[in-house]
Structures are given as C-alpha cells and as structure tokens.
C-alpha cells in the first residue's frame, strides 16, 4: 500500500476528550471517527487491526472444533419473554418497535438466540457436543461510555455457545475455551489473566474473567505475582482431550486471581505477602457454565441414550474484539505512538522514501515493496512528499513494529536501515537482507503462507 493513496487521516492535535492513551492514539493515528456517544466508524487502519484480530480468533476458535456462524443484530423480544430476560435486562438494553408494532431489540448478547437456533434443528444426543459463535456488533445503552472503543455503546463480540449432553460434557467445553482463549491472547501480544469473577446478568455459578493488567483498567484485580510468570507458549494441545484441558485450567486458574467482585480478603491473606498484588485490569474476554438455566426456560432438549427428552447443559464465552485494540494499545506504546505487536499490525513492515523523487531512491522502495507482496506480507510505503522527520513522526504513531528508511547515501554502500519500533535499534543492511530478516521475524507469527 502508498501512504499517498491510502486514508490516514492522522490528527496533530492531541484530541481533548480522551482521557486515557489508547483513546487518544486511535483518534490521532486515524483508526476511528465518534459518531456519537460510544459509538466509532472505524476508519481503514482501525478496520484493519479489527480484523487481524477478529483472524486471530477465527483460527484459533477452528482448532479447539468451534464453528462460526452470524445472528442477526435486531431480535424480538419474544424470545427475551421466554428466557426471562426482558424485563429485568433493564436500560441497557436498546428497545425499538418496528412498522407492526412489535417489540424489537439490538442484541446485547446472544443466548436465547443460539438456543433458538439450537432447539430448532438438534434433536438427538448424538449431535452433541456443539460449539457455535459468532463475530457481530452488539449494543448496550452503557450509562458512561468511555475510554473509546473500551467502554463503547456499540462494540465487537465474539459470543461463543457451547450445547452439551451432561455438565461433565459442559465443563470440558468450558476448560476448552479457557485453553482457547489463552493461546488467542497471546498471538495477540497480551498477557491475559483468568481471574475468577461474578456472572452478572448472564447467570451461572462458574465463571472467569480475562484481565489484561493496565493502570487504565476498569476493574481492580488481586493476585498472586505468580500468575504472571505463566505463559501458554507454543504448547500442542489436544482440545478433545479431558484431561490436557483440565491440566492446563488447573496450572492457570489454581492460584489466587480475582476481580474485586469475588474477593475474599481472607483468602488472600494465605497468599505469601511478598506475592500479594492489588492493580488495575482491563476485561477483555469472560467465560460462562451457567448448566440448563437457558435450555430449560426456553425447552431446549435432546433426545438423550435413554430416549427421554433432556434440557442439554450450555455455557456461553464472550471476547470483547473491539476492547482489544485499547487494551493492547495500553499494554504497548510509548510517548511516540502506538507499537503494535507482529501479530496484529495493520501492516507488517513500513518503508521511508527519505527522498522522494531520487530515481534509484524510488527505485529501490518500490523493489522492496514488491518483495514483500510477493512473500504475502503487506507494507506501508510511505511514498509523500514530506520531509522525513515528518515519516518518521507518522510511522512511530501509527506504531509498525518494523521500519526500512532508504535514502541515497545508504543507497550508494548498497545499504538501507531496518530499525525496531520497540527498541529503536537500527542495522545496516541491503535490501535483499532487510526483507529476509523481516519475513523471519513473521514466520513466527503464523503469517499465512511464510
Ligand atoms: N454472552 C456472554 C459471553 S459470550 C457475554 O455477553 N459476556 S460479557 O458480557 O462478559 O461480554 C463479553 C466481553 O465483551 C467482555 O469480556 C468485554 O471484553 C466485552 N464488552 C462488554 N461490554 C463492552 C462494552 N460496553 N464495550 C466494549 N466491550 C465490551
């Protein structure tokens, strides 16, 4: 992509309202527009990381066996009378009537229509396990939207449902998505900590939160410093396997994490003072078992082994997409703008032209460019006329982890410069060696194709 022909519509000012740095980075770098209160466009590099993340999701969702698919934003209420919901959903939910009088709503998550669906087209047992999601916008009348896309009115969701036969069968699944979610975070850049929370209106006894730490974050967490030296890594896992998910649940969840909704003070206490910690948590992802609380308001039942009808065990899993930009923002930028993660960025690698218009200058971007396309990776050539402290100040903010600067002095020893975002360190090195070293790098992030 040519900066010249792209939309960035990068701001120099410091916008007034936001309040926290993801927020203004996003509204600076070009990534959303407000509309209204809590709600964004998302212009092309906002668009862009939405759906590198909303990829990420989507791979990892096929290799734990979940399938997607799309609900509609706008549902009846009726199915909300059935489930019990409607009324007690209260203000946060966004009523409506269409030309007939009937009353709609913009979903605010999901169950009843994944039950809906579910109880209209599975009869047997032996169609089970069952795991759906979806990707879609949902909507809740927030009553302080704020902090950009963290606390929007309209935000992304991944909503996930899993139909299951027993609880045994239900908590499997619910494991499944823990092990899931970490590996998901992770190829995002981000540490996220299971921590163990309250169900709100969702309903249900079990249920952890994924909390990313940040001083902006909304919730206040208390752990265990241990929980921060887990990584999940590169581990294979079998997600069918019982025991391999409970093993790994266990590794992460076994150790004081909680958010201040479930905090038992005397519990914490039995944590090692020295480990104790109290700090301030982005939720970006949150897992529910809430058993047959669903299938049995609304009859959603199977024909189980002994032929009776059996109300089938669910749990539903949520990622907050759209709250994932702010919170990888807040968890990776510095005082020049944002640096994205490999896994995420909205391009892979920018290239500065220090002078535009030099023949061989030219010359050499547009090599390179076109070596990166060949390997299905995606620059951003920043081909302006501009001054290059001005290029620089653009691809710091907008946070490429990668940057090559070519100019005619390099040029003439055969050289251009390959510099880190996240370090700042530079080296020297031709052209043919800066493309190789940045497709190593990407190798390693599951590039399609590398
Ligand atoms: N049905 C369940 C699981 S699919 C559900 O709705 N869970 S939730 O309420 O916890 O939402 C899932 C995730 O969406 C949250 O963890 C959070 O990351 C994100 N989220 C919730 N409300 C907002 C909001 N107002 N703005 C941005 N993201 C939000």
Known sequence: ????????????????????????????????????????????????????IENIIHEEQA????????????????????SGRYDGYGEEMLRMKDRHDRDMLFS?????????????????????????????????????????VMRGREFYMKDGYNFDLTKEDALHAYNRHLVSYLRTYERMGLQAIPMRADSGPIGGDDTHEFLVLADTGESEVFYDSEVTDLTFGDREIDFDSVEQCQAVLEEFTSRYARTDETHDEALFDQVPEERRRVARGIEVGQIFYFGTKYSEAMNATVQGPDGKPTPVHMGSHGIGVSRLLGAIIEASHDDKGIIWPEGVTPFHVGIVNLKQGDEEADAACEALEKSFEALGLEPLY???????????????????????????RGLKNG????????????EELTPEQAVAKVVEIYAKHHVRGL
């Open 108 to 148: 605010p998550t999901a169950e009843e229509l994944f039950t809906d669906v579910f109880r209209a087209h599975v009869a047997s047992y032996k169609d089970l396990p069952l795991t759906l999601y979806q990707i879609q916008w949902k909507f809740r009348d927030e009553i302080r939207p704020r902090f950009g």
């Open 63 to 82: 290799k734990a066996g979940h399938i997607p698919m799309q609900m509609p934003t706008l549902q009846t209420a009726d199915l909300w009378r059935e």
């Open 415 to 426: 050289v251009v410069e390959l510099t880190s975002r996240r370090t700042g360190e530079s």
């Open 382 to 408: 920043d081909d302006r006329k501009e001054r290059a402290g001005g290029k620089f100040a653009t691809m710091d903010l907008i946070g490429l982890p990668w940057r090559i600067t070519v100019g005619p």
């Open 1 to 52: 992509m040519r900066l010249s022909r792209y939309f960035l519509p990068v701001l120099k000012e410091t916008p007034s309202e936001a309040q926290i740095v993801s927020h203004r980075y996003m509204l600076r770098a070009g990534m959303i527009k407000q509309q209204s209160a809590g709600i964004y466009s998302w212009l092309p590099m906002g668009f862009k990381v939405l759906r590198k």
